[in-house]
């Protein structure tokens, strides 16, 4: 079983940044953000690999945000520039053991955070 624990949301106006970090307990492969916004369902934001290599982005978010981990430190980032109020929502961190879907599948993952909340104000 693995626990995995979301930070660094916040209120934060338009154009400017946040990183979200999220913490696991355990070894995790492939980890991924998803996002949340109210009266929507969850979805795919950006996901990347154990070795890091490899990653993945919602058209919405690529060129403003960038997905990491450090494996040492067993924790997955999220750096979030030039948001939008549309980018406010509850984020949630997953992690998965290897899989043929697809990241954004979200029945695929085993494990999720808590979520933290991130709002953009116009």
């Known amino acids: 079983q693995v626990q995995l624990v979301e930070s660094g949301g916040g209120l934060v106006q338009a154009g400017g940044s946040l990183r979200l970090s999220c913490v696991a307990s355990g070894f995790t492969y492939t980890m991924t953000w998803f996002r949340q916004a109210p009266g929507k369902e969850r979805e795919f934001v950006a996901a990347i690999t154990r070795n890091g290599i490899n990653t993945d982005y919602a058209d919405s978010v690529k060129g403003r945000f960038t997905i990491s981990r450090d494996n040492a430190k067993n924790t997955l980032y999220l750096q979030m520039n030039s948001l939008k109020p549309e980018d406010t929502a509850v984020y949630y961190c997953?992690?998965?053991?290897?899989?043929?879907?697809?990241?954004?599948?979200?029945?695929?993952?085993?494990?999720w955070g808590q979520g933290t909340q991130v709002t953009v104000s116009s």
């Open positions: 997953a992690a998965r053991f290897p899989s043929t879907t697809t990241v954004q599948t979200l029945t695929s993952y085993a494990y």
